[in-house]
Protein backbone atom coordinates (compact mmCIF):
# COMPACT_ATOMS: atom_id res chain seq x y z
CA UNK A 1 0.00 0.00 0.00
CA UNK A 2 1.81 3.41 -0.40
CA UNK A 3 1.69 6.01 1.35
CA UNK A 4 -0.19 8.90 1.26
CA UNK A 5 1.91 11.47 3.31
CA UNK A 6 4.48 10.18 0.59
CA UNK A 7 2.60 10.55 -2.58
CA UNK A 8 3.63 14.23 -4.74
CA UNK A 9 0.27 14.59 -6.53
CA UNK A 10 -1.49 14.92 -3.55
CA UNK A 11 0.40 18.57 -3.26
CA UNK A 12 -1.69 19.67 -6.67
CA UNK A 13 -5.19 18.92 -4.77
CA UNK A 14 -7.30 19.88 -1.47
CA UNK A 15 -5.63 16.56 0.07
CA UNK A 16 -2.46 19.03 0.71
CA UNK A 17 -3.83 20.67 3.76
CA UNK A 18 -4.18 17.44 5.57
CA UNK A 19 -1.46 17.26 8.69
CA UNK A 20 0.35 13.69 8.85
CA UNK A 21 -2.17 11.69 11.68
CA UNK A 22 -5.07 12.82 8.84
CA UNK A 23 -2.98 11.71 6.02
CA UNK A 24 -1.86 7.92 7.70
CA UNK A 25 -5.83 7.35 8.80
CA UNK A 26 -6.36 8.17 4.86
CA UNK A 27 -3.63 5.69 3.94
CA UNK A 28 -5.52 2.80 6.10
CA UNK A 29 -9.35 3.46 4.58
CA UNK A 30 -8.73 4.17 0.79
CA UNK A 31 -8.67 1.55 -1.77
CA UNK A 32 -6.06 2.08 -5.23
CA UNK A 33 -7.82 0.72 -8.19
CA UNK A 34 -5.93 0.59 -11.88
CA UNK A 35 -7.97 1.46 -14.59
CA UNK A 36 -7.85 0.29 -18.10
CA UNK A 37 -8.02 2.73 -20.95
CA UNK A 38 -11.91 3.07 -21.69
CA UNK A 39 -12.84 1.60 -18.91
CA UNK A 40 -15.17 3.85 -16.58
CA UNK A 41 -14.47 5.12 -12.65
CA UNK A 42 -17.81 5.91 -12.54
CA UNK A 43 -20.89 6.35 -14.36
CA UNK A 44 -23.80 9.27 -15.05
CA UNK A 45 -26.28 8.68 -12.31
CA UNK A 46 -24.33 6.55 -10.14
CA UNK A 47 -24.25 7.34 -6.38
CA UNK A 48 -19.96 8.11 -5.47
CA UNK A 49 -20.14 7.80 -1.77
CA UNK A 50 -16.54 9.46 -1.56
CA UNK A 51 -13.52 10.78 -3.99
CA UNK A 52 -11.08 9.81 -6.32
CA UNK A 53 -7.76 11.26 -6.36
CA UNK A 54 -6.21 10.81 -10.03
CA UNK A 55 -2.43 9.22 -8.92
CA UNK A 56 -1.47 8.71 -12.98
CA UNK A 57 -2.98 8.41 -15.61
CA UNK A 58 -5.99 10.94 -17.73
CA UNK A 59 -9.49 10.88 -17.82
CA UNK A 60 -12.29 12.07 -19.06
CA UNK A 61 -15.43 13.97 -17.68
CA UNK A 62 -18.50 13.61 -20.22
CA UNK A 63 -22.59 13.91 -19.97
CA UNK A 64 -24.92 11.59 -22.31
CA UNK A 65 -27.08 14.50 -24.10
CA UNK A 66 -30.46 13.43 -25.46
CA UNK A 67 -29.72 12.27 -28.91
CA UNK A 68 -26.98 10.07 -27.43
CA UNK A 69 -23.85 12.20 -28.28
CA UNK A 70 -21.10 11.92 -25.56
CA UNK A 71 -20.34 15.81 -24.84
CA UNK A 72 -16.80 16.10 -23.11
CA UNK A 73 -16.83 18.73 -20.22
CA UNK A 74 -13.44 18.36 -18.66
CA UNK A 75 -10.35 16.48 -18.87
CA UNK A 76 -8.90 15.36 -15.67
CA UNK A 77 -4.83 14.72 -14.81
CA UNK A 78 -2.84 13.19 -12.21
CA UNK A 79 -3.49 15.24 -8.91
CA UNK A 80 -7.35 16.18 -9.18
CA UNK A 81 -9.61 15.03 -7.40
CA UNK A 82 -13.13 13.37 -8.79
CA UNK A 83 -16.58 12.96 -7.02
CA UNK A 84 -16.42 15.82 -4.36
CA UNK A 85 -19.48 17.77 -5.87
CA UNK A 86 -21.61 14.45 -5.96
CA UNK A 87 -20.22 13.79 -2.58
CA UNK A 88 -20.91 17.10 -0.72
CA UNK A 89 -24.68 17.57 -2.40
CA UNK A 90 -25.36 14.11 -1.60
CA UNK A 91 -26.14 13.64 -5.52
CA UNK A 92 -25.82 11.00 -8.18
CA UNK A 93 -22.96 11.82 -10.38
CA UNK A 94 -23.96 14.14 -13.17
CA UNK A 95 -21.44 12.85 -15.33
CA UNK A 96 -19.53 9.78 -16.30
CA UNK A 97 -15.57 9.36 -15.78
CA UNK A 98 -13.79 7.26 -18.32
CA UNK A 99 -9.68 6.37 -18.66
CA UNK A 100 -8.54 7.97 -21.94
CA UNK A 101 -5.32 6.22 -21.21
CA UNK A 102 -4.45 3.39 -18.34
CA UNK A 103 -4.90 5.08 -14.63
CA UNK A 104 -4.10 4.48 -11.14
CA UNK A 105 -6.75 6.13 -9.04
CA UNK A 106 -7.10 5.96 -5.55
CA UNK A 107 -10.75 6.34 -3.55
CA UNK A 108 -11.47 7.53 -0.10
CA UNK A 109 -14.71 6.81 1.33
CA UNK A 110 -17.16 9.73 2.07
CA UNK A 111 -17.55 9.05 5.87
CA UNK A 112 -13.56 9.69 6.02
CA UNK A 113 -13.58 13.09 3.30
CA UNK A 114 -16.39 14.34 6.27
CA UNK A 115 -14.61 13.77 8.94
CA UNK A 116 -11.84 15.49 7.71
CA UNK A 117 -14.42 18.61 6.64
CA UNK A 118 -15.00 18.53 10.52
CA UNK A 119 -11.90 18.75 11.66
CA UNK A 120 -9.99 20.77 9.13
CA UNK A 121 -10.97 24.05 7.80
CA UNK A 122 -8.07 24.73 5.55
CA UNK A 123 -9.04 21.49 3.83
CA UNK A 124 -12.83 22.10 3.76
CA UNK A 125 -11.48 25.65 2.51
CA UNK A 126 -9.48 24.43 -0.45
CA UNK A 127 -12.12 21.49 -1.49
CA UNK A 128 -14.88 24.49 -1.90
CA UNK A 129 -12.04 26.94 -3.98
CA UNK A 130 -11.49 23.43 -6.18
CA UNK A 131 -15.37 23.04 -6.73
CA UNK A 132 -15.95 27.27 -7.21
CA UNK A 133 -12.66 26.83 -10.14
CA UNK A 134 -14.91 23.49 -11.53
CA UNK A 135 -17.67 26.20 -11.86
CA UNK A 136 -15.76 28.93 -13.16
CA UNK A 137 -14.35 26.92 -15.93
CA UNK A 138 -18.07 25.09 -16.72
CA UNK A 139 -18.83 29.16 -17.13
CA UNK A 140 -16.11 30.20 -19.34
CA UNK A 141 -17.16 26.92 -21.82
CA UNK A 142 -20.41 27.77 -21.68
CA UNK A 143 -19.51 30.86 -23.37
CA UNK A 144 -16.81 29.59 -25.87
CA UNK A 145 -19.41 27.18 -26.83
CA UNK A 146 -22.74 30.27 -27.53
CA UNK A 147 -20.03 33.01 -28.51
CA UNK A 148 -17.15 31.33 -30.89
CA UNK A 149 -17.41 29.64 -34.37
CA UNK A 150 -16.62 25.83 -34.02
CA UNK A 151 -13.33 26.30 -36.25
CA UNK A 152 -12.34 28.79 -33.52
CA UNK A 153 -13.20 26.23 -30.58
CA UNK A 154 -11.37 23.92 -32.40
CA UNK A 155 -8.06 26.04 -32.50
CA UNK A 156 -8.09 26.56 -28.43
CA UNK A 157 -9.14 22.92 -27.92
CA UNK A 158 -5.65 22.10 -29.87
CA UNK A 159 -3.75 25.01 -27.82
CA UNK A 160 -5.41 23.58 -24.51
CA UNK A 161 -4.37 20.19 -25.24
CA UNK A 162 -1.18 20.98 -25.93
CA UNK A 163 -0.46 23.50 -22.99
CA UNK A 164 -2.30 21.09 -19.93
CA UNK A 165 -1.10 17.71 -21.12
CA UNK A 166 2.09 18.26 -23.28
CA UNK A 167 3.52 16.66 -26.49
CA UNK A 168 5.15 13.18 -27.27
CA UNK A 169 8.92 13.48 -28.46
CA UNK A 170 7.91 12.90 -32.29
CA UNK A 171 5.82 16.61 -31.47
CA UNK A 172 2.41 15.18 -31.16
CA UNK A 173 -0.06 15.83 -29.11
CA UNK A 174 0.16 13.45 -25.93
CA UNK A 175 -3.53 12.80 -25.52
CA UNK A 176 -4.59 11.32 -28.56
CA UNK A 177 -8.39 11.75 -28.50
CA UNK A 178 -10.07 9.77 -31.10
CA UNK A 179 -12.24 12.04 -33.95
CA UNK A 180 -15.72 11.68 -31.87
CA UNK A 181 -13.86 12.29 -28.52
CA UNK A 182 -12.14 15.58 -30.02
CA UNK A 183 -16.05 16.54 -31.74
CA UNK A 184 -17.62 15.80 -28.42
CA UNK A 185 -15.25 18.35 -26.67
CA UNK A 186 -15.85 21.32 -29.10
CA UNK A 187 -19.77 20.53 -29.35
CA UNK A 188 -19.84 19.38 -33.08
CA UNK A 189 -20.60 16.60 -34.93
CA UNK A 190 -17.48 13.97 -36.14
CA UNK A 191 -17.69 15.09 -39.87
CA UNK A 192 -17.73 18.62 -39.12
CA UNK A 193 -14.16 18.13 -37.03
CA UNK A 194 -12.88 15.81 -39.42
CA UNK A 195 -13.37 18.39 -42.02
CA UNK A 196 -11.81 21.11 -39.99
CA UNK A 197 -8.74 19.24 -39.09
CA UNK A 198 -8.39 18.24 -43.10
CA UNK A 199 -8.46 21.75 -43.43
CA UNK A 200 -6.16 22.81 -40.56
CA UNK A 201 -3.80 20.14 -42.03
CA UNK A 202 -3.73 21.82 -45.78
CA UNK A 203 -3.18 25.45 -44.48
CA UNK A 204 -0.02 24.25 -42.35
CA UNK A 205 -2.01 25.21 -38.86
CA UNK A 206 -1.14 20.80 -38.14
CA UNK A 207 0.04 17.47 -39.17
CA UNK A 208 -1.87 14.79 -39.06
CA UNK A 209 -0.90 10.95 -39.43
CA UNK A 210 -3.00 8.49 -38.39
CA UNK A 211 -4.56 9.63 -34.94
CA UNK A 212 -1.95 11.55 -34.23
CA UNK A 213 -2.01 15.54 -34.05
CA UNK A 214 0.94 17.70 -34.38
CA UNK A 215 0.58 21.62 -33.87
CA UNK A 216 3.06 23.11 -36.48
CA UNK A 217 1.44 26.67 -35.88
CA UNK A 218 0.48 27.55 -32.50
CA UNK A 219 0.61 31.30 -33.21
CA UNK A 220 -1.98 31.17 -36.10
CA UNK A 221 -4.34 29.01 -34.22
CA UNK A 222 -3.93 31.30 -31.13
CA UNK A 223 -5.16 34.16 -33.34
CA UNK A 224 -7.80 32.47 -34.48
CA UNK A 225 -8.97 31.09 -31.16
CA UNK A 226 -9.14 34.66 -29.80
Same mark, same amino acid.
Not at 34 to 43: A, Q
Not at 49 to 76: E, P, R
Given at each position: ??????????????????????????????????????????????????????????????????? *? /?? +???? &???????????? =? @?????????????????????????????????????????????????????????????????????????????? *? /?? +???? &???????????? =? @?????????????????????????????????????????
Amino acid at each position: MSKCEQCIVREFSSLKALNKEELLKMANCKTSYIIKKGDPIFEEGESVNGIYCIKDGICKLSKLSAN *G /KD +QIVK &LVKPGELLGQRS =M @ISDEPANLSAVALEDMEVCFIPKSEVLGFFNQNNQFSMNMMKSICGDLKDADDHMVSMAQKSVKERLAETLIYLEDTF *G /KN +QDGS &LHIQLSREELAG =M @IGTATESCIRLLSEFNKSGLVELTGKKISILDKNKLKRMAE
